[in-house]
């Protein structure tokens, strides 16, 4: 059957680099063509797709993407200095435009710990390698994923050994360059964290100019018994841009994971995130933030799912939405027959600045147990005009008391990052944020 003219531009770069990949083992060689089968026979996905139904590909499919690996930049360290999320109180590794920049990151000299490029670890670190990558990420559910296991060159590769507990994030900078024609990076990430250890991380996916973008992530976490991991993931791409991205975790026994996710830029993002708890005791937490506004549209598609019995999990999703644009939440919260004495709640919550402005939201509870605590909610609407009303009879004036109610919805996501200086970022970017919104004009202009 003849693929549709959108899906060969990625089949034609598939066979492409096939010579390029001659030095790849044969295991990942076997991933890499069971990916572009899966994206071969699937194709993208259209709004028949139940799970795609509020969010249109049309125009992403459409798009003759150039691989940005293939471009030159001169992007030095000054360059990234007054990049907002670029630089944080740690040491990072960063990539340009999928390629690994060593000029550009630091060296992790602790000891259990081993941050790299994805490429350098399938030398180095064969085993670990092969014995994860693939594992958790779910090709055939999901055809970004298929994609991204064919067409990923490399990604970041980090390996704690079991009783390594790090004082310091690691920070992860993707950078997306400026560039007269659309581009599109497919980066593959691998975390392993080990028996009782601890580990604060920072995954940025970062634009550099207006450019048309697509960026198609998969990052996969495996989280060992007892081990703590705090994982911050914030987008703030082009505003042409589009990113399709997937995170997956499993977790140990007695392991706490906690992730949140920050939408910022992009003009159509989609994540599509998932826990699995697989050992006894775990906790698991997936909190999501997005800042949407012209005609941005963000999708979160989030899945926590309950294999084993004594397992918690919570998840809190906010959004504020300005001018035209949407946004759309679908949770689902899956607890297996065995999963007894399961504790979660969902929570979306969503604040409409204006009429234009649209949200969709499913929470959905999946219970095949009998003892279990399950909760979920949403909540739509706009300012409380009751709490206006409190802080202008206090004499404040109407668009900075409108001003001081969003950031108290939007702060509270903040309070729990561990990392100092992405909280106070994160901050300072709201701040900035609400002083361009035209429904909040000049609540922080002097």
């Not at 911050?232 to 392991?255: K, L, W």
């Not at 919570?314 to 644009?325: A, H, Y």
């Not at 009879?393 to 990052?417: D, H, M, N, T, Y």
Request: proline share 3%; glycine share 8%.
């Amino acid at each position: 059957m003849e693929l549709p003219q959108r899906q060969d531009l990625y089949l034609d770069h598939f066979e492409s680099i096939q010579s390029t990949l001659s030095q790849e083992p044969d295991w990942l060689k076997s991933l890499r063509s069971a990916g572009m089968e899966c994206f071969s026979s699937h194709g993208f996905p259209s709004l028949a797709d139940e799970a795609w139904r509020f969010t249109s590909l049309r125009e992403l499919a459409q798009i003759p993407f150039e691989f940005a690996e293939d471009l030159d930049s001169g992007l030095d360290g000054n360059d990234l200095s007054g990049l907002q999320f670029a630089s944080l109180n740690c040491k990072r590794l960063v990539f340009l435009n999928g390629s690994y920049r060593p000029d550009l990151s630091d060296v992790f000299g602790v000891q259990g710990l081993t941050v790299s490029n994805l490429e350098a670890a399938v030398v180095h670190s064969p085993e670990v390698v092969e014995a994860h990558l693939g594992r958790y990420a779910d090709q055939k559910d999901n055809p970004f994923v298929s994609l991204n296991t064919a067409l990923s060159r490399d990604g970041f590769f980090v390996n704690l050994e079991s009783g390594t507990r790090l004082e310091d994030p690691i920070h992860i900078v993707h950078l997306m360059s400026d560039s007269a024609t659309p581009i599109r990076t497919h980066v593959h990430n691998l975390v392993i964290v080990g028996d009782s250890c601890e580990v604060d991380l920072v995954e940025c996916y970062l634009g550099i100019g207006n450019n048309v973008t697509f960026t198609n992530p998969v990052t996969e976490i495996c989280v060992g018994n007892n081990s703590k991991v705090n994982h911050y993931r914030i987008q703030n791409e082009s505003p042409n841009g589009f990113h399709v991205g997937a995170n997956d975790v499993q977790q140990g026994r007695d392991s706490h994971y906690r992730g949140l996710v920050i939408d910022l830029g992009g003009q159509l993002v989609r994540n599509n995130l998932r826990c699995v708890l697989s050992g006894e005791g775990g906790l698991a937490g997936i909190d999501g933030l997005y800042l949407l506004r012209g005609r941005q549209h963000v999708d979160n598609y989030t899945t926590l799912e309950h294999a084993v019995p004594h397992c918690d999990s919570r998840e809190l999703f906010k959004g504020i939405l300005d001018d035209r644009s949407s946004g759309v939440f679908r949770g689902r919260i899956i607890v297996h027959k065995d999963a007894q004495k399961t504790d979660s709640k969902q929570t979306s919550s969503n604040l409409l600045l204006t009429d234009r402005a649209r949200i969709n939201t499913k929470p959905q509870l999946e219970i095949y147990a009998d003892d279990v605590k399950c909760t979920h909610g949403a909540t739509i609407g706009q300012l409380d005009a009751n709490a206006l009303f409190y802080l202008r009879s206090r004499g404040i004036p109407l668009q900075a008391a409108k001003g001081i109610l969003i950031f108290a919805f939007a702060s509270e996501l903040f309070e729990g990052v561990k990392v100092q200086s992405l909280g106070q970022q994160l901050s300072r970017y709201l701040e900035e944020w609400l002083s361009a919104s035209q429904s909040t004009e000049g609540v922080y202009r002097q």
